[in-house]
């Protein structure tokens, strides 16, 4: 396929908000080593928000509602299908095109190897970022990473901010949908205490609105360098800020993946989940992952609210003084650069 012309190539996945981050890199890569094909994207509508500055061969088809997914490829005709979901929403999308006779390379996601992950702790899964270029290979488009971020330059700051010079701002997002993914709170206040008395720093909490963004205003009641600007912006404003930190802290997570987008570095909390899972962020490092190695970890795959020995051990005995100078080595780091 990679040397004929002007062909049409689907491209799916309906979400989650992370995961769909996730593919961004394989997609904006195979664009623009293919300038001669039109890929169209296939994605839930607040997913597509995620999907700046792309390439001029690149069409969004946001999808409003679940129950009619087609509806928004309707009437397009496709010389070839990647599926990156692969789920039972996409296969039915995926079979509706075999049946035409078009070309689909689905995502492998390997879940014999996840299961031996969870149960054996012996193997490492490859990053699920590389294996989205594994399915445009399938098809006939090899292509090398071009992607570093969605920013070529720094872009306008939100909220009318200004940073100084001599100040470094970190990003805290403290929060992930299963507990035993989910440093615990008391924890996290302590690690943005001791940030909040560190010089030249400061700290901005991200979160969603409602409940979250409740909790972190309480958090930041008294702390004169930390700030919450849970619900405050919208999803670009969120990249665009991240795009001016030093330094981001999340948990295995959204956050990690839209920082990564927005070309920053990620001190990333793993607990019942780990990196050998395959879901680190795009160009990110292992040894910014944190983690304690116990000897039950990772016990799941996406995460989980369960803890089989109930103390969620693997989270409770990263100290807060460990994230810290975890956080500080790296804006040295970044200093000396």
């Given amino acids: 396929m990679a040397n004929k012309e002007n062909k049409r190539i689907l491209v799916i996945r309906l979400s989650a908000l992370g995961d769909v981050a996730m593919t961004i890199p394989a997609i904006y890569s195979v664009a623009k080593t293919y300038p001669q094909h039109r890929f169209y994207v296939l994605t839930m509508a607040f997913c597509a928000k995620l999907f700046i500055h792309v390439p001029e061969n690149i069409t969004l088809c946001p999808v409003k509602d679940r129950k009619a997914v087609l ?9 070839a299908v990647a599926d990156l979901h692969n ?15 078009v070309r689909v390379a689905m995502l492998d996601k390997k879940r014999s190897e996840r299961h031996a992950i969870t149960h054996q702790h012996k193997y490492t899964e490859r990053k699920f970022t590389a294996r989205y270029f594994d399915v445009f290979r399938r098809l006939g488009l090899p292509c090398e990473p071009q992607f570093d971020g969605l920013f070529d330059k720094k872009p306008t700051l939100p909220l009318q901010l200004t940073k100084p010079e001599n100040e470094h701002w970190i990003g805290i997002a403290p929060f992930a949908r299963y ?44 702390l004169v360098n930390v700030r919450c600007i849970a619900g405050s912006l919208q999803l670009h404003e969120e990249l665009a800020l991240m795009a ?14 839209l920082a990564s987008l927005a ?12 990196p050998a899972c395959g879901f680190l962020g795009w160009q990110q490092q292992e040894g910014d992952a944190l983690l304690t190695h116990c000897d039950c970890q990772p016990c799941t795959i996406a995460g989980a609210d369960e803890c089989a020995k109930d103390d969620y051990h693997c ?23």
């Avoid at 989270?315 to 650069?337: G, H």
């Fill in 71 to 79: 509806e928004s490829i309707k009437g397009l005709k496709f010389d």
């Fill in 315 to 337: 989270m409770t005995t990263l100290t807060p003084s460990q994230v810290v100078d975890k956080l500080m080595n790296v804006i040295r780091t970044n200093d000396k650069k």
């Fill in 179 to 222: 507990k035993n993914k989910t440093y615990p709170a008391s924890q996290m206040q302590e690690v943005i205490a001791l940030l909040n008395q560190t010089e030249n720093v400061r700290v901005f909490l991200f979160g969603g609105r409602g409940e979250e963004k409740a909790t972190l205003e309480l958090w930041t009641k008294e």
């Fill in 87 to 101: 789920v039972m929403r996409s296969w039915k999308i995926d079979l509706r095109y075999l049946l035409r006779g």
């Fill in 263 to 274: 070309g920053v570095r990620v001190v990333s909390i793993w607990g019942g989940t780990a």
């Fill in 244 to 257: 001016w930190l030093d330094v981001m802290v999340s948990m295995d997570s959204a956050n990690m993946h």
